[in-house]
């Protein structure tokens, strides 16, 4: 299935964060907004400051938008809405890791992650309803794919994390979301025109304002859409490895059977802008007796040889009923050595928000888990065949 292909089957519900017979505003690009408020007769700089008010002070109440004039203000509150998605469940971790089940419209869900560190503040945000690459190692690839998210829905889930942090304005020096990482349920370049339009209202300087160096794109190597990516959004890229052979990646990275490892590497090598100063993130998640040998970090580094790159190496994080086993800490520290010693950083992720199963690989909606525990509840009182 091609990629447009693929947008189209899995298409989003239009409008995604509506108010009933109200436009939502939150997910149209800036040339949108100034296109439908000059339908309404308003210049352009109405659109700017409009958006200005909506990303940079996250800002849903139009009476509250001071600098529109009280007429324009009740037209928009006649017509539109400054929508959020739903949080149908808010966790957080005894490590300060925040979890949101974020519910849309159509009772479909999503889990995004906020990972405190000293130095930052990380949003893993999802691209899609469920997964359709069946990691083997991936939680998330255990749910079957619904539906792509549309770019409201994207956007959505930073502005209520926004939101429940208290991180706006968006020019305050202590925010807490400096990072956006699209590794979050589904894959990115799956759902290519949504995330790239709401990766462009992320940098838009006039309102969330995130530089390209703080967004990182995670792919599992959809090989045509890499070098496009680069082109238009010129983001960091990070790419799920997981496996040095075909063999191996064909079973634990299924996507690998239509886009093999040497595929993968050229696109890597000829992504547009990488250097020593914006290197590729590799990752690549530690597997007891399955990829972590030290034959296997010497392979790695083959394998990346002239690819500006570090290695992010993910201690499997255990989910139930998962088939594998994290690699031992001396496994893992004898597979870093292999590749430092090649001269790749190579930095052991610290797993963070397991007790909420919001560890990378554990992310699954849980209106998933849910509907299949209501499921068995209803076997079990009727245990009789439905046709």
Not at 38 to 50: H, I, V
Not at 142 to 166: H, K, P, S, Y
Not at 311 to 330: D, M, Q, Y
């Amino acid at each position: 299935m091609s990629q447009q292909q693929h947008a189209d089957q899995f298409a989003p519900p239009v409008p995604a964060l509506g108010g009933g017979a109200r436009r939502a505003l939150v997910g149209l690009s800036r040339d949108e907004l100034t296109e439908t408020l000059a339908t309404m007769g308003e210049p352009a700089f109405r659109a700017r400051q409009l958006w200005q008010w909506i990303y940079g002070r996250g800002e849903t109440r139009f009476d509250s938008m001071t600098d529109l004039a009280k007429s324009l203000r009740a037209k928009l509150s006649e017509g539109f809405v400054v929508g959020r998605p739903e949080v149908a469940r808010d966790m957080r971790s005894i490590d300060g890791t925040a979890k949101w089940l974020v519910r849309f419209p159509d009772g479909q869900e999503v889990e995004s992650v906020h990972i405190p560190e000293a130095d930052r503040g990380t949003l893993c945000v999802s691209s899609q309803v469920g997964c359709t690459l069946t990691c083997k190692f991936c939680h998330t690839g255990t749910q079957r794919l619904v539906r792509n998210l549309g770019a409201a829905e994207i956007v959505g889930q930073l502005m209520l994390a926004r939101d429940a942090l208290g991180d706006w304005p968006s020019a305050r020096e202590d925010r807490a979301v400096t990072n956006v990482v699209m590794m979050g349920m589904g894959e990115p370049l799956y759902n290519y025109d949504n995330v790239a339009k709401a990766l462009r209202i992320f940098l838009d300087n006039d309102g969330i304002s995130l530089s390209r160096r703080k967004i990182t794109l995670s792919t599992a190597g959809v090989v045509p859409m890499i070098k496009r990516c680069g082109e238009e959004l010129g983001v960091n890229l990070a790419v799920s490895l997981h496996a040095v052979t075909d063999e191996l990646r064909d079973v634990i990275v299924p996507l690998n059977k239509k886009y093999p490892i040497a595929e993968l590497m050229a696109a890597c090598r000829d992504y547009p802008g990488v250097n020593n100063a914006r290197r590729i993130t590799f990752e690549y998640v530690m597997l007891k007796d399955v990829n972590d040998s030290p034959a296997d970090a010497k392979a790695l580094v083959q394998l990346i040889a002239n690819v500006p790159a570090k290695v992010n190496l993910i201690p499997f994080n255990a989910w139930p009923g998962a088939p594998f086993e994290c690699s031992s800490p001396a496994s893992i520290d004898r597979f870093a050595q292999v590749v430092m010693d090649a001269g790749y950083p190579s930095p052991i992720r610290t797993p963070r928000g397991r007790d909420i199963l919001a560890a990378c690989g554990q992310l699954k909606s849980e209106s998933v888990r849910l509907k299949r525990a209501e499921r068995g509840a209803l076997a079990a009182q009727d245990p009789a065949p439905v046709a």
